[in-house]
């Protein structure tokens, strides 16, 4: 489906931003990784995604899964409050009674990746985001173990319908993340379940 007169305009933003610009009606529909429902807003969950911790590479270590025990002694560099990772990190951490080691907090993933790269710490996000980027071969992903996942939505106002040109580009950002889940085999890991 193409939608020729529609004219989209991409905005870059946290949660907080994201969920003003939706309140104002400056924009009708946001694509978001949440930890929690956000409340006052329409959600139409697209997708569960697992965090994983990304660092470097070392010979001796071959583990692909880390615990919830292990991973609060890793250095780990943190994303600022308030942030939908560190809300289910932060989460996960205190049902279990830890107390993760940060040693850093920063407002970007280019922030964090740098601090990562120059061997300062590790980064926790979500597998989705580290995955397609090339460049990074000394760098690894480990799953967690329990899992902690984060659900990406699309998020409009919960007060007024959408317009036609948003529902249908919505119905088209639904039906091709369905199509690349597929495509990539990925349902039982990336799906809604």
Known sequence: MILPKVH???????????RSLIASRALDLCFL???????????????????????????????????????AHLPLVLPTRPNTVRSALDRAFQEVGLIPNCIA???????????????????????IVFSDMPGHGHLRLISIDPPIHVTACLISSGNTPLPFAA???????????KLALRKDGKEKEGSLS
């Open 8 to 18: 989209l305009r991409l905005v870059a933003g946290d949660i907080l931003r994201m």
């Open 33 to 71: 990784l949440e930890d929690e429902p956000i409340q006052g807003l329409s959600r139409q969950p697209l997708f569960h995604q697992p965090l994983s911790l990304v660092g470097p590479v070392f010979a001796e270590d071959v583990t692909h899964t880390i615990s919830l025990e292990r991973l």
């Open 105 to 127: 907090e920063v407002d970007t993933f280019a922030s964090a990746l740098s601090l990562v790269n120059a061997g300062i710490g590790n980064v926790i996000v979500p597998k």
């Open 167 to 177: 529902q249908a580009v919505g119905d088209l950002l639904t039906t091709h993340v």
